[in-house]
């Protein structure tokens, strides 16, 4: 059954989530296309300028009576396991809404869900258990150090993962005590409205979220708005500098979460079929569609004969197919417009020199032409100065390159914009450890890739962010510390 079915009655149509409550939007209405057969799915409807200056004065109306900030701890917990518990009870249909319009496969939105219910109870856990410091005394005082609310936080996210990316700003920023606006990205405004449905059912105060659909307007207008006090974003690095500038003139703190062109390792002392499998997953799942996709391939040139046809073999045994059926592995691209920009990315490899080995075009079948689908692909032929290794994709582009030594291997992929992830994969611990040492990024996995946690904090170095996101630092992030003294003479 196709996501769209079940929504067999009417078109899916999304208000404004405002200050709890859910409204017309009074900006222009965007139609909703489906990625997989280009059909038209409903209309988002977006938040006005008006909107978006009355979201910000409720959350700043809820943050000034204090109902929430004041609330015990384990009484924000309390909550927060309530909104958890909703996720999963509402989970498949919020996997459905988040597939029909961002083309994410099923079963990875099904997980995705899961793991925004996860993320509110890991944040419960924290708000009740993770208590404000006293350090030792330095003469007859006593100092505490307490972490207040920052006020109100403009949460900005992308459609790639929209539940996961939500639940990650949302849930911490809640437990820290703040209200949030909430902006998704248009391609995921049904599921995102839904989710905030669902945190305000749970019993949040009234003010305390907002969820605002609309364009790129909107969050600029969001930014801007004078009663913001953090920004946290997810998207690309060219706006993520746009927002960090304006954060920077106002001198309040902003988040960022942004761009990656991670390297992929393969030594030739590695499990061969694994990472075979690890690396095609690493950049077709999702069909490339990720800020940690493993976009830059290096394989020690002993085994790069080898161990390129096995990557082929696993690539060509991928099932790409409608993103509603369990067996499909690549979906298609959010829009006909993005696969168009990632078409002339890899019109651009060929003409730097790139060899295309795998897909480098839409799939032939009928079932196909009227969704936004490209193929698995494979590069090689380019080095590490090419504009289509250098530049991230954001599709399912994987580039081939080799290595000499471990400088060599250090070099290479150190030398881009980015820092975000990397692979590696050895027998040889000592090397593992050298390597993800020595690699400019904010998470490294060895002998695996993808492996996520909301325990773990998450960011980037370089254009791929500023500060970090999951874990205790995630939930920290969205306060400031406060030093009190007690002077004892």
């Keep these: ?56 004065s409720s959350g700043r109306r809820a943050m000034r009576d204090r109902s929430w900030t004041a609330l015990p701890a384990p009484d924000r917990a309390a909550l927060l396991l309530r909104i958890a518990t909703l996720i999963d009870d509402h989970g498949e249909s919020l996997a459905a809404l988040q597939t029909v319009q961002n083309g994410k496969p099923i079963t990875e939105s099904r997980s995705q869900a899961r793991s925004a219910a996860e993320t509110f109870r890991y944040y419960a856990g924290l708000c009740e258990t993770l208590e404000g410091g006293l350090p030792p005394p330095r003469g007859n005082h006593l100092g505490l150090t307490v972490h207040e609310p920052v006020g109100v936080v403009a949460a900005i996210t992308p459609w790639n993962s929209p539940l996961t990316m939500a639940a990650q700003k949302v849930a911490p920023a809640l437990a820290a005590g703040n209200a949030v ?38 969050g600029r207008q969001l930014v801007a708005n004078r009663g913001i006090g953090l920004i946290s974003f997810t998207g690309g690095t060219a706006t993520g500098r746009s927002i960090a500038a304006a954060a920077g003139q106002r001198l309040i703190p902003a988040l960022m979460e942004l761009g990656g062109k991670s390297p992929h390792i393969v030594f030739p002392d590695a499990d061969m079929d694994r990472a075979a499998a690890a690396v095609a997953s690493g950049i077709f799942g999702g069909a490339g569609q990720s800020c940690v996709a493993g976009s830059r391939l290096f394989v020690h040139e002993s085994i790069a ?12 045994g991928l099932t790409v197919g ?12 959010v829009s006909t417009g993005h696969r168009a920009v990632v078409e002339a990315f890899v019109d651009l490899a060929v003409a730097e020199g ?28 380019l080095d590490n100065s090419a504009r289509a290794v250098r530049e991230e994709i954001f599709g399912p582009v994987l580039a081939i390159l080799t290595f000499r030594d471990e400088d060599d291997l250090v070099e290479q992929a150190n030398d881009s914009d980015y820092g975000l992830a990397c692979g590696i994969w050895t ?45 205790i630092e995630g939930l920290r992030s969205y306060q400031a510390s406060k030093s009190i003294f007690f002077g004892l003479d």
């Excluded at 004969?305 to 060509?316: G, I, K, P, S, W």
């Excluded at 839409?362 to 090689?380: C, K, M, Q």
């Design 1 to 56: 059954m196709h996501a769209r079915d079940a929504f067999p009655d009417r078109p899916i149509r999304s208000g404004v989530l405002l200050a709890g409550t859910t409204v017309a939007g009074g900006g222009e209405p965007l139609d909703a296309v489906d990625p997989a057969t280009g059909s038209g799915i409903g209309v988002v409807e977006t938040a006005s300028s008006q909107q978006v200056a009355e979201a910000v």
């Design 305 to 316: 004969a080898a161990f390129r046809q096995r990557l082929l073999e696993v690539t060509a």
């Design 354 to 381: 790139g060899r295309i080995l795998a897909g480098g075009s839409r799939p032939a079948a009928a079932e196909f032409a009227n969704g936004s689908y490209f193929l698995p692909t494979v590069i090689d032929g």
């Design 322 to 333: 409608i993103p509603t059926s369990a067996e499909t592995q690549v979906g298609p691209l």
């Design 427 to 471: 027998a040889d611990y000592r090397r593992a450890w050298r390597i993800a040492r020595a690699i400019d990024a904010g998470t490294v996995w060895i002998n695996s890739y993808k492996i996520l946690s909301i325990a773990n904090p998450f960011g980037g170095f370089h254009a791929s962010g500023l500060g970090r996101e999951k874990g």
């Design 181 to 218: 606006v909430l902006k998704p990205a248009e391609q995921s405004a049904f599921v995102i409205t839904e989710l905030g449905r669902l945190c305000c059912e749970a019993g949040l105060p009234p003010g305390l979220l907002s969820v605002l659909p609309g364009t790129a307007d909107t």
